[in-house]
């Protein structure tokens, strides 16, 4: 055993990472690349949670090493393969997701300067290093480079999208680059105006784009139906429009709603409520809150129709413009 003082600059960047990894847990940064990134799971598991545990244990070899050798080695494995696994998420960032998370691009920087002091650590403490030795820090290097690999494919072939796990909220046609955008409130009045219209056409509108119903919480209290609505939105895809003005109707009535209430007011429809996690609803919060400031959507109800792939798109606001008529020609437009 030997004692040494654990590296300042290594000591500061972990906990750096570590503040960062924090972070991303919350909607600090909600821009649409952020939210995107941070919907992406690691064998089933959120990636801040991912990324919290890495730079603790980290931080608890960091500790060790200045007292175990091996453990110096171990953190150093532990670098490279989180090196490794960041090269996935930049891919994602660069040619999927197609923009950037600060927070994500901070970790990044963060783990690729930790591994630079390690490696200018290493080196010059090769330099006394006889010949022999020399070759066993060659070799060492060898094995980085295949911890490095390791950590791209493991993580490039276990990281997944929350859709994989089920939670797909588009309605419609799946494979359409047209892309409908439906922002409402539970307690607007003009959002209850629309609905009917609404209802009438999206038999039209689902034969020709993907539909999306997005939570725009305009009164505090309509935040109390969002885990509800986003519950059927991903679990009960066929009777969704029935379960939407279910919701509506009891928003008329209670403005905080109890899931004994909720159960109640679609028992009619044979549907049971099955509650999503936490963190699920959170990150389907964030995305919407990301919709609605990429679009610049300030009122309900909203309705946004996109081309996906040219990114046209037009904005339709309020009772007056929300129309069959206006809707269905706006699709045809953008098609």
Request: hydrophobic residues 45%.
């Amino acid at each position: 055993m030997f004692k040494r003082r654990p590296p300042l600059f290594s000591t500061i960047l972990i906990l750096c990472g570590m503040i960062l990894a924090m972070l991303s847990w919350t909607d600090l940064c909600s821009f649409g690349g952020c939210t995107e990134a941070h919907e992406y799971r690691l064998y089933g598991l959120p990636l801040p949670l991912i990324g919290t545990l890495y730079f603790c244990f980290l931080a608890l070899l960091l500790l060790l090493s200045s007292r175990w050798k091996q453990c110096a080695w171990l953190f150093s494995l532990t670098l490279a393969g989180g090196a490794g696994a960041e090269l996935v998420m930049i891919y994602l960032q660069n040619n999927v997701i197609k923009a950037w998370c600060l927070l994500c691009i901070g970790i990044a920087v963060t783990v690729y300067l930790l591994c630079t002091l390690r490696v200018l650590q290493v080196f010059k403490e090769s330099r006394r290093y006889s010949a022999m030795n020399r070759r066993q820090f060659f070799s060492r290097a060898v094995l980085l480079l295949v911890a490095a690999a390791v950590g791209f494919l493991v993580t490039f072939a276990g990281t997944r999208k929350p859709e994989a796990a089920g939670l797909e909220t588009a309605l419609g046609k799946q494979g359409s680059r047209i892309e409908i955008y439906v922002f409402s409130d539970w307690l607007c009045p003009m959002c209850i105006k629309v609905e009917p219209v609404l209802e009438a056409v999206f038999p039209q509108l689902e034969k020709k784009a993907k539909v999306y119903f997005i939570d725009k919480p305009v009164h505090q209290e309509s935040m109390n139906f969002v885990p509800y609505h986003l519950s059927f939105l991903v679990n009960e895809k066929a009777k969704y429009l029935q379960l939407r003005k279910a919701l509506f109707d009891l928003a008329r009535s209670n403005k905080n709603p109890s899931p004994e209430d909720v159960k109640v007011a679609v028992a009619p429809l044979g549907v049971t409520y099955k509650q999503l996690s936490f963190m699920d609803v959170s990150q389907m919060m964030a995305k919407a809150q990301a919709l609605a400031t990429e679009y610049k959507v300030t009122a309900t109800p909203t309705v946004v129709v996109v081309n996906s792939s040219s990114k046209k798109s037009k904005t339709l606001l309020g009772s007056k413009e929300i129309t069959a008529e206006n809707l269905l020609k706006t699709v045809k437009t953008l098609e």
